[in-house]
């Protein structure tokens, strides 16, 4: 069989659908994964090939945290210019697109392949449908084919847990549950000898992730804080950055561009971060309490969950001082409720089917979404 995966040009999309592709190559599929030149060599260092289609995420705006949504519209127009005719080329079985990439479901029914929406967190709210449908339903139109307005009944894989589940409408009625993966490490990928020699139980990461990261105010803010407490602060400034930028720092605090999650997360106590679904979700695996900075995009959403379940405290913009960043920290790493209400998140997200056992069940959805179609075209 043959699978392709697209994703937007940015690593907490592209790394969601990772453990996905890596497993359909292991049952021997032949596999392909379709994102922008700037993530081809992050997807082709985790043993995949990968198609560069469409801008880059600079070349595609870069984004901001009001214009996000006319982002993922305007990169799917420019995408499927080159994703469309060689997904019709080379003609996949299946075609599993994450929720924002939409120029995938555009390339699937040129190519008569099977649609799949891989979730990228909390499944987004009916308003945001609202807004992609009338780009959905032109790309079809455009290019040909039918099944814009039938990929709201496609299979969504949602890597969300029951606990976290947001109220109100589904955009997907028909999801599949898929265990979250905090990051997949690459072949030789280790933790600097500084840091593997600290103490775990006293660890902290502090991170805003690859794309909200240059925010310099809520950075320096969230480091003052945190180099007050008696920890061990390890810190990922994001990609294209010079740690260098924040000065000199105590010996107890560690600076790097970026480290592996996979590798890192396990060592720690606590995450301070943005949260981004990824390392939200990474934290949670960890049964890791976390102290949620948004900035924009999803994180506002993220931070209410984290806030809602007992896992974790907030701090909404304009409240990011270094005292305050200072106490919660504290109370997070003092006060056991929170690491117990982390704990009851970890073990659900445990407990939910992994991508292997996920793929295996996807032809089956597959048939059981074509019946349906059927039964509901009579």
Do not use: K
Not at 7 to 26: D, E, I, K, S, Y
Not at 31 to 53: Q, Y
Not at 347 to 375: C, F, H, K, N, Y
């Amino acid at each position: 069989m043959r699978v392709l995966f697209t994703a937007c040009p940015l690593h907490g999309h592209v790394n969601t659908l990772l453990p996905l592709a890596q497993a359909a190559q292991r049952s021997g599929h032949e596999a392909i994964f379709a994102t922008g030149a700037d993530l081809v060599p992050h997807v082709e260092r985790h043993g995949l090939a990968a198609w560069p289609v469409g801008p880059t995420h600079l070349e595609g705006g870069n984004g901001s945290a009001t214009a996000w949504i006319e982002y993922f519209l305007t990169m799917a127009e420019r995408r499927a210019h080159d994703l469309v005719p060689r997904a019709a080329e080379w003609r996949p079985d299946l075609v599993v697109s994450e929720e924002t990439e939409l120029a995938g479901p555009v390339a699937a029914a040129a190519a008569g392949a099977r649609r799949v929406v891989h979730g990228l967190g909390q499944m987004p709210p009916i308003r945001i449908w609202d807004a992609f449908a009338p780009t959905v339903e032109a790309l079809h139109q455009r290019w040909g084919v039918s099944g814009g307005d039938a990929l709201r009944d496609e299979t969504y894989l949602d890597v969300c847990p029951p606990s976290l589940q947001p109220e109100g409408e589904r955009i997907w009625p028909h999801s599949r549950p898929i265990r979250p993966v905090p990051g997949l490490p690459v072949a030789g990928e280790r933790l600097p000898d500084t840091l593997t020699a600290r103490r775990r139980e006293r660890m902290v990461h502090l991170t805003l992730g690859t794309v909200f990261h240059d925010a310099p105010a809520v950075f320096e803010a969230a480091l003052a804080g945190l180099r007050r407490l008696p920890i061990d602060l390890v810190v990922t400034t994001g990609p294209g950055t010079d740690p260098e930028r924040f000065g000199p720092q105590p010996a107890n605090v560690l600076l790097a561009p970026y480290l592996p999650h996979a590798l890192l997360l396990p060592r720690c106590r606590l995450v301070v971060s943005h949260g981004g679904a990824g390392i939200m979700f990474g934290a949670l695996t960890h049964g890791l309490p976390q102290l949620v900075l948004p900035q924009g995009a999803d994180q506002f959403m993220n931070a209410d969950a984290v806030r809602r379940t007992g896992s974790g405290l907030v701090l909404e913009p304009g409240h990011v001082t270094a005292d305050a960043v200072a106490a919660a920290a504290g109370r997070l790493l003092t006060e056991p409720s929170f690491s117990a209400a982390a704990a009851r998140l970890g073990a659900e997200i445990s407990a939910m089917p992994g991508p292997d056992e996920v793929l295996a069940a996807l032809w089956t959805d597959g048939d059981q979404t074509s019946q349906r179609m059927s039964v509901s075209r009579r």
